[in-house]
């Protein structure tokens, strides 16, 4: 049995095809000579991508290997066909060999100071096994590394760097030496010139980045994943701890206030801009249409937002699209998400692996 595909088929940003087929788990524009074979119209888009996800991981921590499964097809049920997993306490390789599992590429485990993240969340170490605890987790994970770079001090209110420049660069080269990217949850300024100067790979919210930050990581082709739903929340987190910690307050309600500027003014600057919703923790899973359409509201074109969530990260990340021959991970709609951003709440059907799910 074939699929049949009646397009639009949107394999890139200038390859749009009229029809395809999935012919053993596979995507080819020449017809096949079967008998048998199920018609799917609709607007085809290369499965969607979650670059900043936790899956096994929920406001307590890790979770058990249902709950795990449970949040990996919600995901999928969303469309999120590959999930870059941006660290997680629970061991997910489980995921791996069930084919209605979304795919997962891996950081490994966060990795962060004692006392500076949430609790259960993260590896906690000392400064100066930064780059020994980085290069372990890179052989843990798929290619990935993720590091806390800052995280808020209630008490003074700042967003002090984690890490002195030097070990930062050491840690990162160490990540690199063992063939893994780095990424990292940054909100601060304070944090920016230390991540640029270290080679930093891709950057997770980004809210402290000045124009001159954008323009280098424009130039350095470095992306962001701004986060968005994340980022609403900080009004309430700025509300709950005004009475006792003003200073923190102060600091978080401006983020705030500018997300939607700032993501406009990321992609103004020419920053490559990714998609990802931080779910895990306080975010629930399939979010990556709510997280796409804020980008939307922000102002950056829904052309641009659904490019950015699938086959550009797909790229990024090293995966396949919807070229000849690739696996048939995709998600059909009625209406063109390019179009109407909204699109993307309401897949038609669901390709993964080339069976419909």
Known sequence: MALHLTGPVIVGDDDVRDEAWVVEGRITYTAPEVAARHEVDGVVLPGLVDVHCHVGLDSGGAVDPDLALKQALVDRDAGTLLIRDAGSPTDTRFLDDLATAPRLIRAGRFIARPMRYLRHYAREIDVADLPTAMAEEARKGDGWVKIIA??????????????????????????HEAGARVTAHTFATETMD????????CIEHGTGMTADHMDEAARRGIPVVPTLLQVANFERYAAQ????????????????????????????????????????????????PAEAALMAAAGI?????????????REFLGAPGL????????????????????????????????ALV
């Open 150 to 175: 800052d995280w808020i001090d209630r008490e003074v209110g700042d967003l002090t760097p984690l890490w002195p420049a030097d070990v930062l660069a050491e840690g990162v080269a160490a990540a």
């Open 194 to 201: 230390g991540l640029l100067d270290a080679g930093i790979d």
């Open 241 to 288: 701890g005004e009475a006792r910690f003003p200073a923190y307050s102060a600091r978080m309600r401006p983020m705030h206030e500018r997300r939607f500027a700032h993501a406009l003014a990321l992609h103004e600057a020419g920053v490559p801009l990714l998609v990802g919703t931080d779910a895990g923790g306080t975010i629930g899973h399939g979010a990556l």
């Open 301 to 313: 074109p829904a052309a641009e937002v659904v490019a950015m969530a699938s086959w550009r990260a």
């Open 323 to 354: 070229e000849e021959g690739a696996p048939a991970d995709l998600v059909v709609y009625s209406e063109d998400p390019r179009e109407s951003i909204a699109a993307l709440c309401t897949p038609r059907h669901v390709v993964l692996r080339g």
